[in-house]
């Protein structure tokens, strides 16, 4: 893991009040516009309130993933700013709503804010429903756990709740070096299944290192005639590469596409040929992070930071997660 140190924000030493309601403040990343990178913004905002059913956390680090920037350059299902985005969190409970037992103030955790519309962890405090967090397990730093609940509970979700990978079974895993992907091939494995993953040649020795069984240069190699007899292909990159994906999948296997959207020709094309597809887009869910935690606190499951950036440069991340050569994850550090 490389760490970019330059402008670490210090640990606050007491709540600031804004000028008007005497309310605490925060800083957070925000943006009037759409656009490249430069239109996020560190400003200082008023501190949220736990409402009923909710937790206050306060936020030690948070992902950046590629919905991130997509909603940062489109607005997606935000539609226009202002907003602050981040969806990953891992951190410390400051205060509880009305109704809250699962959790107390001073607990540690992690979770996933409510995707789409919960985005806000990129703030150095956030709400959200109680049953979008568990604990921390102790094998995890906060940079770690922050990394890990947005990818997955997507991974898990794809390979679990909809494909339903069994052991023994041959999982196709594409962008296998990637968020998603690096997370996938080890849930996979820790199911018993025999896992392929598609990577440039650079990143074949890590993605070995996750336990995939066999790793495709999709540079220099057709996966179509590399993978045959899929059970369950995962495709977080959909075009041709979905369409193509349904050719290595035996009769009833399964393609999850974690890319929702225009998937008539795909439904199509996997009826023609005996198998199945479905897309999905990942939902906050506590049972999927309770068994996520687990497999992480077993050692069967870690996530690979590829670089931090304090909260102050959220920019700087999100250009580097555009270049697309990102291997695993990026994080915000929000504390020290």
Same mark, same amino acid.
């Given at each position: 893991?490389?760490? #970019?140190?330059?402008?670490?924000?210090?640990?606050?030493?007491?709540?600031?009040?804004?000028?008007?309601?005497?309310?605490?403040?925060?800083?957070?990343?925000?943006?009037?516009?759409?656009?490249?990178?430069?239109?996020?913004?560190?400003?200082?905002?008023? /501190?949220?309130?736990?409402?009923?059913?909710?937790?206050?956390?306060?936020?030690?680090?948070?992902?950046? #993933?590629?919905?991130?920037?997509?909603?940062?350059?489109?607005?997606?299902?935000?539609?226009?700013?202002?907003?602050?985005?981040?969806?990953?969190?891992?951190?410390?409970?400051?205060?509880?709503?009305?109704?809250?037992?699962?959790?107390?103030?001073?607990?540690?955790?992690?979770?996933?804010?409510?995707?789409?519309?919960?985005?806000?962890?990129?703030?150095?405090? &956030?709400?959200?429903?109680?049953?979008?967090?568990?604990?921390?397990?102790?094998?995890?730093?906060?940079?770690?756990?922050?990394?890990?609940?947005?990818?997955?509970?997507?991974?898990?979700?794809?390979?679990?709740? #909809?494909?339903?990978?069994?052991?023994?079974?041959? &999982?196709?895993?594409?962008? =296998?070096?990637?968020?998603?992907?690096?997370?996938? &091939?080890?849930?996979?494995?820790?199911?018993?299944?025999?896992?392929?993953?598609? =990577?440039?040649?650079?990143?074949?020795?890590?993605? /070995?290192?996750?336990?995939?069984?066999?790793?495709?240069?999709?540079?220099?190699?057709?996966?179509?005639?590399?993978? /045959?007899?899929?059970?369950?292909?995962?495709?977080?990159?959909?075009?041709?590469?979905?369409?193509?994906?349904?050719?290595?999948?035996?009769?009833?296997?399964?393609?999850?596409?974690?890319?929702?959207? #225009?998937?008539?020709?795909?439904?199509?094309?996997?009826?023609?040929?005996?198998? /199945?597809?479905?897309?999905?887009?990942?939902?906050?869910?506590?049972?999927?992070?309770?068994?996520? =935690?687990?497999?992480?606190?077993?050692?069967?499951?870690?996530?690979?930071?590829?670089?931090?950036?304090?909260?102050?440069?959220?920019?700087?991340?999100?250009?580097?997660?555009?270049?697309?050569?990102?291997?695993?994850?990026?994080?915000?550090?929000?504390?020290?």
């Amino acid at each position: 893991m490389t760490t #970019n140190t330059t402008s670490q924000p210090t640990e606050p030493t007491g709540p600031t009040q804004t000028a008007q309601s005497g309310r605490p403040t925060m800083k957070a990343i925000s943006q009037d516009v759409l656009g490249d990178p430069d239109v996020l913004k560190e400003v200082e905002v008023a /501190r949220p309130k736990p409402g009923v059913g909710q937790i206050l956390v306060a936020v030690h680090a948070a992902g950046v #993933n590629p919905t991130d920037w997509k909603h940062r350059k489109l607005g997606y299902f935000l539609g226009e700013p202002p907003f602050t985005l981040g969806w990953d969190v891992s951190g410390v409970v400051e205060a509880v709503g009305i109704g809250v037992s699962l959790f107390t103030p001073g607990d540690e955790v992690f979770g996933m804010l409510p995707y789409p519309y919960g985005a806000g962890s990129h703030a150095e405090y &956030v709400t959200g429903p109680t049953r979008a967090f568990v604990r921390r397990p102790d094998r995890l730093s906060h940079i770690e756990a922050g990394a890990l609940p947005l990818v997955a509970l997507t991974a898990w979700q794809a390979l679990v709740d #909809n494909a339903q990978v069994e052991a023994g079974q041959r &999982v196709l895993v594409h962008a =296998a070096a990637g968020g998603v992907g690096h997370v996938a &091939v080890q849930i996979a494995k820790a199911r018993g299944a025999y896992v392929i993953g598609t =990577a440039s040649a650079a990143k074949h020795d890590f993605v /070995r290192g996750l336990g995939a069984d066999e790793v495709i240069d999709y540079r220099t190699a057709d996966f179509v005639e590399e993978a /045959r007899d899929i059970d369950v292909v995962l495709d977080p990159l959909g075009g041709e590469d979905r369409l193509r994906s349904l050719e290595v999948l035996r009769p009833g296997g399964i393609l999850v596409s974690i890319l929702p959207g #225009n998937f008539d020709e795909v439904t199509e094309r996997a009826a023609e040929l005996g198998v /199945r597809a479905t897309d999905m887009l990942v939902e906050h869910d506590q049972a999927g992070m309770t068994a996520i =935690a687990a497999l992480a606190e077993s050692g069967q499951l870690r996530v690979h930071v590829s670089d931090t950036y304090p909260l102050a440069e959220a920019a700087k991340a999100h250009a580097e997660g555009e270049t697309g050569r990102v291997t695993g994850k990026l994080v915000l550090t929000v504390r020290p």
